[in-house]
């Protein structure tokens, strides 16, 4: 029964990891906490290990998901780098200070900021004219989606300072920056919702394989268990970026949305608690 629902697990919180770009912890740690708390058979799941096992979950969900964007060529690449370099040492630092603050208050704060980038995405804003732009600057990005063709500019100054905050806010709360990557991509720099998602979670590829190594120093892995995961966590990578290349962008956006304010919700009640 354990295995069923591990194996359960490991493919829905995939599933709107991949399809979403979030990475797939907001539905994996709070599911397993739950279910230490209320099963016996999962009572070797302690906080540290949950959140190990998450990221062993989303290494996994994310490199299946990442295979899958690439050989559709959604992913940016160079703007994932550029995004990873400032994510890296923020994540660290974030993880660092994490002993220093209240958590349950700035998880309440983090809760309402999730909620408003979701209601930011329902205001209605045209692409930047990139009109002017030399054809041959390394800054513009082009990205054929659907038949068509979109074009966006990444101030890469801007865009590592935003991964700093995204690496510091993922480190200190223990979720994965997804939840503000994509929309901030969506919202400042136009990207398309399809190449945010695809972006994100190359993003969350590297960073979660990093964060997991200091878990398996740590001793926090349960490799008996983490197998479990393991297979519906790659069925899961895949069926979402399935399904993400699938449907429109509006939809997407919509999804991304609802998501968000429900993620930004159960933020909310956590910190209240």
Same mark, same amino acid.
């Given at each position: 029964m354990v295995l069923i629902i591990c194996l359960i697990i490991g493919i829905v919180s995939a599933f709107v990891g991949s399809l979403l770009g979030l990475g797939g912890g907001i539905v994996f740690i709070p599911t397993m906490l739950f279910l230490a708390d209320q099963l016996p058979s999962f009572s070797w799941a302690k906080p540290q290990t949950i959140v190990g096992l998450s990221l062993i979950a989303m290494v996994i969900t994310a490199l299946s998901s990442t295979i899958s964007y690439a050989k559709k060529d959604r992913v940016d690449?160079?703007?994932?780098?550029?995004?990873?370099?400032?994510?890296?040492?923020?994540?660290?630092?974030?993880?660092?200070?994490?002993?220093?603050?209240?958590?349950?208050q700035f998880t309440l704060y983090f809760g309402i900021l999730v909620i408003g980038l979701s209601l930011l995405l329902f205001i209605k804003r045209e692409p930047r004219d990139i009109a002017n732009k030399i054809v041959e600057d390394k800054n513009v990005r082009r990205f054929v989606v659907d038949g068509k063709e979109?074009?966006?500019?990444?101030?890469?100054?801007?865009?590592?300072?935003?991964?700093?905050?995204?690496?510091?806010?993922?480190?200190?709360?223990?979720?994965?920056?997804?939840?503000?990557?994509?929309?901030?991509?969506?919202?400042?720099?136009?990207?398309?919702?399809?190449?945010? !998602?695809? !972006?994100?979670?190359?993003?969350?590829?590297? !960073?979660?394989?990093?964060?997991?190594?200091?878990?398996?120093?740590?001793?926090?892995?349960?490799? !008996?268990?983490?197998?479990?995961?393991?297979?519906?966590?790659?069925?899961?990578?895949?069926?979402?970026?399935?399904?993400?290349?699938?449907?429109?962008?509006?939809?997407?956006?919509?999804?991304?949305?609802?998501?968000?304010?429900?993620?930004?919700?159960?933020?909310?009640?956590e910190g209240l608690n």
């Open positions: 690449f160079k703007t994932g780098a550029v995004l990873l370099f400032g994510s890296i040492p923020g994540g660290i630092f974030g993880s660092w200070i994490n002993q220093f603050v209240n958590v349950d979109y074009e966006y500019v990444i101030s890469i100054p801007v865009a590592f300072i935003i991964s700093i905050i995204v690496g510091i806010v993922s480190g200190l709360f223990g979720i994965g920056g997804g939840a503000i990557v994509v929309p901030v991509l969506i919202l400042l720099f136009f990207v398309p919702p399809h190449v945010a !998602t695809a !972006t994100s979670m190359f993003m969350i590829l590297v !960073t979660s394989f990093f964060s997991s190594l200091t878990h398996i120093y740590l001793g926090h892995i349960i490799w !008996t268990y983490a197998l479990f995961f393991i297979p519906g966590s790659w069925l899961g990578g895949i069926l979402g970026a399935k399904v993400n290349q699938a449907i429109k962008g509006s939809a997407l956006s919509w999804l991304l949305r609802i998501i968000l304010i429900i993620i930004g919700i159960r933020l909310i009640l």
